[in-house]
């Protein structure tokens, strides 16, 4: 709900014929949100919030400019997760690594049969293709298109044309792989949660 209702008042930011400093605000609160998270959790705390308030100071510096062009932040959130989210799925396809969709499979499944290790191989190139797409049109539409149009794209279609894509990963797996062998959505869930905790609990 929290998503939905932040996506609606960027996509009112986005396309406002007015820009204004409320509307920048939109476009900068949840990054610097999530910057002052990251300094406070930080083991070095105290530097992390200096960094932060220095980011601070700078952004109010150029805050005109942020005014004028907040829309440029709006682009580099939504295409640059995109982007990072393609990286890390493509990654993980290079020889000598476990593909992103196959360490969640182990999580729910244990050991993988041959079928499903194709399976999940393919499904990972799928994501990532859907994640690069995504941010390359992106791209394309802030470049070629009205910003209204652009932000219905990136702002009001992100979540269902995400659901899109989780529904028809799934039909294709209930048509490809055993009963025993599916992961309903939930359990997908659960694993990516658990793969970014064992993540965490490994970073230094």
């Known amino acids: 709900?929290?998503?939905?209702?932040?996506?609606?008042?960027?996509?009112?930011?986005?396309?406002?014929?007015?820009?204004?400093?409320?509307?920048?605000?939109?476009?900068?609160?949840?990054?610097?949100?999530?910057?002052?998270?990251?300094?406070?959790?930080?083991?070095?705390?105290?530097?992390?919030?200096?960094?932060f308030l220095a980011a601070c100071a700078a952004l109010y510096g150029i805050s005109g400019w942020l005014v004028a062009h907040y829309n440029w932040v709006f682009l580099l959130q939504h295409a640059g997760v995109y982007a990072l989210l393609c990286v890390a799925f493509g990654r993980t396809l290079q020889g000598g690594q476990t593909p992103m969709i196959s360490r969640f499979a182990r999580i729910v499944h244990g050991e993988l049969s041959p079928s499903l290790i194709r399976y999940t191989r393919s499904a990972t190139w799928a994501w990532a293709f859907y994640f690069g797409g995504i941010a390359g049109l992106s791209l394309l539409l802030f470049w070629l298109a009205p910003v209204p149009l652009w932000s219905a794209f990136a702002n009001l279609l992100g979540i269902p044309l995400l659901v899109l894509m989780f529904a028809g990963e799934y039909a294709v797996r209930c048509y490809v792989l055993p009963a025993a062998e599916r992961a309903g959505p939930l359990d997908a869930i659960r694993a990516y949660r658990q793969a970014s905790a064992e993540g965490a609990a490994r970073r230094p």
């Open 1 to 51: 709900m929290l998503g939905t209702a932040y996506a609606v008042l960027s996509h009112w930011a986005a396309a406002s014929a007015e820009p204004d400093l409320l509307d920048a605000l939109v476009a900068i609160v949840p990054p610097l949100g999530l910057g002052f998270v990251m300094a406070w959790r930080s083991p070095r705390r105290a530097v992390g919030l200096a960094l």
